[in-house]
């Protein structure tokens, strides 16, 4: 066996998205510093290598990537996964160009500072950590192309994940989609996109979730329209139910079927006119999660409906952003990389690195970096914004230059005129803001009220 030995200030695992924002951050803020960054693909960008070829990011472009480089023309603007990867070719290469950082892909970490080949069986590394080991792997993010189904399968059924859509080479008796996340929306989309008669397509949904329309989201319209408009409802709600009504009739959020009232939110945004594409599917099947594929039926939790097996399937159950146990970012020479504002990873992983660069206790930089749990449940969405709006306030009065000057900051983008106006009307609502969101966040989540008088209570 070979085993090298390296030494670094900071030992970053994963190359994906979190860890390139992180990296990036930490670089310009401590010139002095060197790392190396270990990662399982061959290729910086994490699951972006392994998604299906039509994937486009959902959210703006402008405010995606690393804070040091820009990521389209700006605007509205999308981007390709196509697109993705190439943009994080590009950083690696310019982190690389300064000497202070060591790339090993196809590599696998392991305990203490090691990790090993994942193509040479007898190459091993040890590395000499002198500050901190980052993980950049915890949110663990899955796409279906690496993920086994969790349920079963005969044989004789022809079972994909969209990675493999636009392989198809001759018309199938049908296409049954099962799964209605992004993937799903995704794929729905792809097959309509290409002349698929929505009547040829099954669409198997075990929940429905709240969607955000793209457009609320865009730059220079987050501080009224985006995130602003979704707090201004707080003020005048004080039940969930009511939250929700009253976001959906402001256009905030929307739902696939206005009969079905979701029990999800997971941040998926959608155009108009996606929806009114995927609402042109009218093989839904709600019977909750599959439980196996038989050769002429598909079983679910609550029931069961035919197939075929000349019907292709496509798998598009993979939680791509599971909600993980909350853990402390900081924690001695570990460092865990974990979203701090709603649904904006990439963001946060550059905040952490800035405030790893800027302060030296542990407490303090934990009270800065509040983490805030990947929404799964309606309920969630809530305590997501709650906890992003104290962080998002907290930062705002530490270090608020960086803030603005973040191009991965959202608040960026918006003209400078528009925040101020914003903070003015938001300051005369404050009270009712607040007042609305305790009382949701009471009823949503009195376990979190009971431990949080216990420990006042010490």
């Known amino acids: ?88 070719e590009r950083v690696l290469a310019k982190l690389l160009e300064t000497g202070r950082l060591q790339h090993f892909p196809m590599c696998e970490s392991r305990a203490d500072g090691a990790f090993a080949s994942l193509v040479e ?38 079972l994909v994940p969209p990675n493999d859509l636009p392989r198809v080479r001759k018309p199938r008796s049908g296409y049954v989609i099962i799964g209605a ?39 220079g319209r987050m501080a009224d329209q985006g ?21 959906e009739s402001d256009a905030q959020i929307l739902r696939l079927d206005s009969a079905i009232w979701p029990s999800k939110y997971r941040c998926a945004t959608v155009s108009l006119h996606e929806l009114e594409q995927l609402r042109g599917i009218t093989d839904v099947v709600r019977m909750g999660r599959v439980q196996r594929i038989d050769a002429t039926t598909i079983v679910l939790d609550e029931g069961s409906v035919p197939t075929d097996p000349g019907k292709l399937h496509v798998d598009c159950t993979a939680d791509g952003l599971a909600s993980r146990p909350v853990r402390p970012v900081f924690d001695g020479d570990t460092l865990t990389l974990q979203s701090l504002f709603m649904c904006q990873q990439v963001f946060s992983a550059a905040v952490i690195a800035y405030v790893e660069t800027r302060y030296d206790d542990e407490v303090r930089k934990n009270q800065l970096c509040e983490v805030v749990p ?85």
């Open 374 to 458: 990947h929404p799964e449940f309606s309920r969630d969405f809530v305590r997501a914004i709650h906890i992003s709006m104290m962080n998002i306030e907290q930062w705002a009065g530490a270090f608020g230059k960086w803030l603005r000057g973040s191009r991965l900051f959202a608040g960026h983008h918006e003209p400078l005129f528009k925040l101020l106006l914003e903070a003015i009307r938001s300051r005369k609502s404050a009270p009712q803001v607040r007042a609305g969101m305790q009382a949701i966040l009471e009823q949503e989540f009195p376990e979190k009220v009971l431990e949080e008088t216990d420990a006042a209570r010490g």
């Open 181 to 219: 996340g992004k993937t799903g929306m995704d794929a729905a989309l792809f097959l309509l996109d290409q002349g698929v008669d929505p009547d040829h397509i099954t669409w198997i949904i075990s929940n429905d979730a709240w969607l955000l329309d793209r457009a609320q989201i865009q730059p």
């Open 121 to 158: 069986a007898d190459l091993e590394y040890q590395v000499t950590v002198r500050k901190k080991t980052v993980d950049a792997t915890y949110m663990n993010v899955q796409v279906p192309s690496i993920r086994v189904p969790q349920y079963r399968v005969s044989p004789e059924i022809n």
């Open 1 to 88: 066996m070979t085993l090298k030995t390296l030494e670094c200030d900071y030992l970053v695992v994963g190359a994906g998205a979190m860890g390139m924002a992180f990296a990036d951050e930490l670089m310009k803020q401590n010139p002095g510093d060197r790392l190396i960054l270990v990662d399982r693909h061959a290729k910086p960008g994490g699951h972006w290598n392994d998604a299906y070829s039509f994937v486009w990011l959902h959210q703006p472009a402008a405010f995606y990537g690393v804070n040091s480089e820009k990521l389209g023309p700006g605007g509205s603007a999308l981007a390709s996964g196509t697109e993705v990867l190439a943009y994080y």
């Open 227 to 247: 995130l602003g408009g979704q707090l201004k409802h707080f003020a005048r709600c004080h039940s969930l139910d009511e939250l929700f009504t009253s976001l």
